[in-house]
């Protein structure tokens, strides 16, 4: 026999689900089948021959086998065309002797309050059915003993235990001695924070018992009430009867994670708040508790794997505890069910039923196999025709949209600050940074170091109350600076170190030189350089962006042959959900860097809920080494060099001579080029852009005094009054007492005004948008140029941010092709899957503008190919010179494919790609957008024509028929998911859609724009690092086909109709869970553009090798700089001759 069409589909339609007997039903057994039989038969045709049916049997309780997912499961189960459920009755299983019970060839029984296990063993014993759960190994469930004994005796880690049996006949083990904040136990000592629980599993009231330090106490749990599953208690003290088992106390964030196995090969994970929290079970609309889908690791994956096998149970959970980096089983439940997930009962169902096919078919002579899937291959065709697997894609992504970020710097001299930088170490290395609450707390006191906010906040208090009684006091702090930072610490009501931090740095002698930020007068002797930092929040916007980007970064993963045909992204997820798919995502400590990637992960995964969970389980921070963070306050000297010439170049009242341009624009980038036409005078501009700022401030004032914008709430929940403070400080700082302007500060202006002319337009403030052009100018040429201005400088500035990266980087393209069988599918799992040792390593940096700046410098200008002998190169550097900006969610992405037809030593055996995004569109760039030559452009200049019968042939067979339309349509060149003949099945699944890829084509719109409102919904479903199978999308593909002809394209030209913020509006309208608060305007994003398509593995790494080589060789850096210098002198004359 073939399987059905799906896991819920049979061939003869009407689902086969009986009751075995009538509550008060007395007839004989088998009277009762054939009567229900024949009920069943009435309904088919006539003429349709008897087929041999295999029975299976469901004995437990009424309230389980009535309960929704055991519904949902039996009816998509009863659908397999051989297979018949019956369910037996309560009333049969409690009173009826067993053998009256229902016949059946497989048995689904298990225990629960008020089953008769006993007579279940019994009924086996006499029927010998087939058994999907192990009906003796249910007893030792039961007794938490026996349940940890197993467990240890499969190596599976648990929490350090001892068992205090009060049995009369067991003196031994009754040995218990309490001290305060302690408990020993048989000898085993257990400090206080410690675990009490009952040796029956049946008994729910487990004890935790906190320390005195922590207010003594004990937190009493017990199977949820409503809405509570826990209260605390004053009680110290532990139970004097019964046996219990006491464990150390494992500090998990306040998370527990309740793993979901169905065989040895399928685990589903989910994560709940911890019931030893608050207490307070979280429920949804709906009333059900709120659950998060969580990623298991490989050890997670093996430890569901030991545990389903160690107790014979295939439907089985069990709870996990993360904890110190491990993770440890604390409890196993036996038979249970995931709720609500319509995926996970598509899969428990197509599981069960294959491992009774694969059990019973040969007995009842019915022919079947287990049938794979066209999917599974991570192979595309190349453009010269071969077939190579992908196996490796990296990623450095910038985050997204964010709020302004802001700066203040203050000399203090106050002994209290200084005790505060004693007090975390400061005079160890001469710097504090400060992040936790309670730091920056004192910090409102002390004002200096890298303390927790709380401190700092005390300290300020201390010393503005003192200046307003001692007028003639010594403290220096000013009262306008101190009291903006205690407004800062005071924001939000809260404390968190993602939006605010404060860092303390010694100065042994004191300020070495006054600034706008400073005092005038300078004291002798030591003091504190404190700098606040606050802002710099990832917005709504940012989160969208990021979410969004997600979803369409799975389309390029190859696969979604066959059924899948027309949903982009399903060859990942089947790729992560068997196990195949080796994921890991780094983020720097910056707050808005590890939101994005967590709002990433959640689009690109397909998970659902809110991003907290999904950052603590899946973003590692990456703040080791430098790999993604670096201090942008101790800047390199090189640095400090480049941006003292720029501050002089730019204070030059004078229109931009060719001597500028050669001097600032030594690498005759045409971007660069280009800004400085338009400043032409850099003092004239700042001049321009410094009124329109004191324009811009009198406006907001004139606003404030207006009754009606009393309560008016900007963007982000932002005031009036805190967005007169950011500019006005920018009004107070960009123009120096001197007169002269801060050159540092156009960035912070740039920031400032993009935000407002993005997130606040619907204020209507007077020239904002001229602002923006003139900041935007001179912030072309400040930006990339602080990153050193000539090829050396550049290459010297970039090697101190992110050397250790590009270690990490060719430690990722290496490790891809040696043996690391720990990131592979066991060949045990490789039932139903093609491939088993293939595997996708993906390796995902977010980090902040200065890592993307230096990478991309690194590709650029460290001679990773000659222009000259490479035309593919050529224009790959003609195309980034004239972009202007990376900007938020600005991608680099690498990818690595095997051709495991060559041999092993060749150097074709592995093709590198490099790809490029400057990320999302600036206001007013579609005109001047920079154009590339679009995703992997050499398939275009080796166009051919699929062999009849491939793979790609085949999938362009299956997409006309899964995706009609009513005439052909030729793909652009610049659709940001388009793959060419280099990855066949990409291109055509949305072969005929270009028409919707527009100029103002958004990134996130992809899948809404394209397949209808249900595509985003679809692409919601919960897919875990644990499930066996991608998300079921053949039922959908099939009940859907008819919707996507030509003739029903109604949503999808209504979409199109509209702007794009209307399109994000109608799709989170329509799809509420996937909708943010606050989104004014969500730009879209450029697409992938790609730089080289035909690099070779070993060039790639002799280049990485090269590079970290000469990192320290200021030599080598300098040659390579000359070089190229040499060569953008030739264009430079072009370009500034040019009318």
């Known amino acids: 026999m073939s399987e059905p069409n799906s896991p819920g589909e049979s061939r003869r339609g009407a689902p086969r689900f009986f009751v075995g007997c009538e509550d008060d039903e007395s007839e004989a057994l088998d009277e009762s089948i054939r009567r229900d039989m024949e009920l069943y038969d009435d309904d088919e045709d006539t003429d349709s021959p008897p087929e041999q049916q295999i029975v299976v049997g469901i004995c437990c309780m009424m309230k389980k086998s009535k309960s929704k997912p055991m519904t949902q499961i039996l009816e998509r189960l009863c659908r397999f065309e051989y297979i018949t459920v019956v369910i037996f009755p309560e009333d049969v299983i409690l009173n009826e002797p067993v053998d009256k019970w229902p016949l059946c060839d497989c048995l689904i029984s298990f225990h629960s309050k008020g089953f008769p296990l006993d007579k279940a063993v019994s009924y086996a ?183 389903c096998l160690a107790f014979k149970q295939t439907v089985c959970g069990f709870d996990l505890l993360r904890a110190n980096g491990h993770s440890y089983v604390c409890d196993v439940n036996g038979f249970s069910f995931v709720k609500n997930s319509m ?77 505060l930088f004693e007090k975390y170490g400061g005079y160890k290395t001469g710097k504090l940074k400060l992040k936790k609450p309670k730091q920056l707390c004192m910090m409102h006191l002390m004002a200096c170091c890298s303390i927790r906010p709380q401190e700092v906040l005390d300290i300020t208090r201390q010393l503005l109350a003192d200046l307003g009684q001692h007028n003639d006091c010594e403290i220096e702090e000013k009262k306008s600076k101190l009291e903006q930072l205690k407004t800062v610490l005071e924001m939000y009501g809260h404390f968190s170190g993602i939006n605010r931090k404060v860092q303390l740095t010694y100065l042994p002698h004191g300020q070495p030189k006054t600034s706008s930020e400073e005092e005038d007068t300078r004291k002798e002797g030591p003091s504190l350089l404190l700098v606040l930092k606050w802002g710099g929040e990832l917005t709504p916007a940012g989160r969208v962006q990021a979410e969004e980007l997600g979803r369409a970064f799975r389309c390029m993963y190859p696969g979604g042959q066959g059924d899948y045909a027309g949903f982009p992204g399903c060859g990942l997820l089947r790729l992560h959900s068997t196990y195949r798919h080796d994921l890991k995502i780094y983020a720097s400590d910056e707050g808005r860097v590890q939101m994005t990637a967590a709002a990433f992960a959640k689009g690109l995964l397909a998970l659902e809920g809110e991003l907290t969970p999904i950052l603590v389980q899946m973003v590692k921070s990456a703040n080791m080494n430098g790999l993604l963070d670096s201090d942008s306050d101790s800047l390199s000297s090189c640095q400090h060099r480049v941006k003292a010439r720029l501050h002089e170049i730019l204070q030059k009242d004078r229109e931009f001579t060719e001597e500028d341009y050669d001097r600032l624009a030594p690498t005759c980038a045409a971007s660069l080029v280009n800004s400085m036409r338009i400043v032409q005078n850099p003092v004239e501009r700042c001049d321009q852009v410094y009124a329109l700022i004191q324009s811009l401030t009198s406006q907001i004032r004139k606003r404030m005094e207006d009754p009606k914008s009393a309560d008016l709430q900007l963007y982000h929940s932002e005031s009036l009054e805190l967005m007169l403070q950011r500019w006005s400080k920018l009004e107070r700082d960009f123009r120096m007492k001197n007169g002269r302007y801060d050159i540092s500060k156009i960035p912070d202006i740039y920031d400032c005004v993009k935000y407002d002319v993005i997130h606040n337009a619907t204020l209507g403030l007077e020239d904002t948008l001229e602002l923006f052009r003139l900041s935007r100018a001179l912030a072309d040429v400040v930006i990339p140029q602080e990153y050193g201005i000539n090829t050396a400088e550049k290459l010297d500035i970039a090697y101190a941010y992110c050397l250790p990266l590009v270690r990490k980087i060719q430690l990722d393209l290496q490790r891809t092709h040696e043996d690391e069988s720990v990131n592979k599918l066991h060949p045990l799992y490789s039932r139903g899957v093609m491939s088993p040792g293939r595997h996708v390593r993906t390796r995902l940096y977010f980090t902040s503008e200065s890592h993307v700046h230096s990478l991309l410098s690194i590709f650029r200008y460290g001679g990773l190919l000659d222009e000259e002998k490479d035309q593919q190169w050529k224009r790959a550097m003609d195309y980034l010179s004239a972009v202007s900006e990376l900007n938020y969610m600005t991608q680099i992405v690498i990818m690595l494919y095997e051709d495991n037809n060559k041999d092993l030593t060749s150097e074709e055996r592995f093709h590198v790609e490099l790809h490029f995004s400057p990320g999302v569109k600036g206001v007013e760039e579609e005109e001047n957008a920079p154009t590339g030559f679009g995703f992997r452009p050499a398939s275009a200049e080796v166009a051919r024509q699929p062999e009849p019968g491939s793979l790609e042939d085949l999938s362009r067979d299956e997409t006309d028929r899964a995706v009609p339309l009513s005439e ?172």
């Open 968 to 1139: 052909p349509i030729t793909i652009q060149r610049r659709s940001p998911l388009i793959r060419n003949h280099k990855t066949g099945s990409m291109e055509v699944r949305l072969t005929g859609l270009s028409r919707l890829f527009k100029k103002d084509f958004t990134f996130g719109n992809l899948l809404e724009t394209v397949f209808g409102s249900q595509c985003a919904g679809l692409f919601s479903t919960t897919v875990l690092g644990g499930s066996s199978s991608a998300p079921n999308l053949q039922d959908y593909a099939r009940a859907h086909r008819k919707k996507f002809s030509s003739g029903s394209l109604s949503y999808k030209d209504e979409l199109l109709s509209m702007p794009a913020v209307k399109r994000f509006s109608v799709s989170f309208a329509k799809h509420p869970t996937n909708g943010f608060e606050g989104c004014s305007m969500v730009p879209s994003i450029y697409p992938l553009e790609t730089l080289h398509n035909s690099l070779s593995l070993k060039q790639v790494n002799e280049f990485l090798t090269s590079v970290c080589e000469s990192a320290g060789d200021p030599h080598t850096r300098t040659t390579r700089g000359t070089q190229r210098a040499k060569a953008a002198q030739t264009c430079l004359h072009l370009h500034f001759t040019q009318p």
């Open 343 to 419: 995926k996970y009962y598509d899969d428990c169902a197509k599981i069960l039923g294959n491992i009774v096919m694969r059990e019973l078919a040969p007995q009842f002579q019915i022919p079947w196999s287990i049938p794979t899937e066209a999917e599974d291959i991570p192979i595309v065709p190349t453009t010269s025709g071969t077939m190579m697997e992908l196996r490796c894609v990296i990623a450095v992504i910038r985050h997204g949209d964010r709020t302004p970020k802001q700066k203040m710097k203050m000399e203090v001299r106050n002994p209290m600050f200084f005790d």
């Open 125 to 307: 014993k006499l029927r010998n059915p087939l058994l999907i759960n192990d009906l003796n190994m249910q007893y030792y469930i039961q007794d938490r003993r026996e349940v940890y004994r197993i467990l240890q005796e499969e190596g599976i880690d648990l929490p350090r235990y001892a068992v205090l049996n009060r049995d009369p006949d067991k003196p031994d083990e009754c040995n218990l001695v309490e001290g305060e904040d302690h408990v020993e136990v048989n000898g085993e000592i257990f400090q206080k924070p410690f675990v009490e629980k009952p040796v029956c599993a049946e008994d729910h009231n487990v004890y935790i018992y906190y320390p005195t330090s922590a207010g003594g106490g004990s937190q009493r749990l017990f199977r949820k009430i409503g809405s509570r599953s826990s209260v605390y208690s004053p009680e110290s003290s532990v139970r004097k009867t019964g046996s219990y088992i006491y464990e150390e106390f494992m500090p998990t964030d306040g998370t527990d994670v309740k793993v979901y196995t169905v065989g040895p090969d399928y685990a589903h994970a989910e994560a709940r708040k911890s019931p030893a929290l608050d207490g307070k079970v979280e429920r949804d609309s709906e009333g059900k508790e709120v659950r998060y889908p969580v990623m298991l690791s490989a050890m997670e994956k093996l430890v569901a794997r030991k545990v």
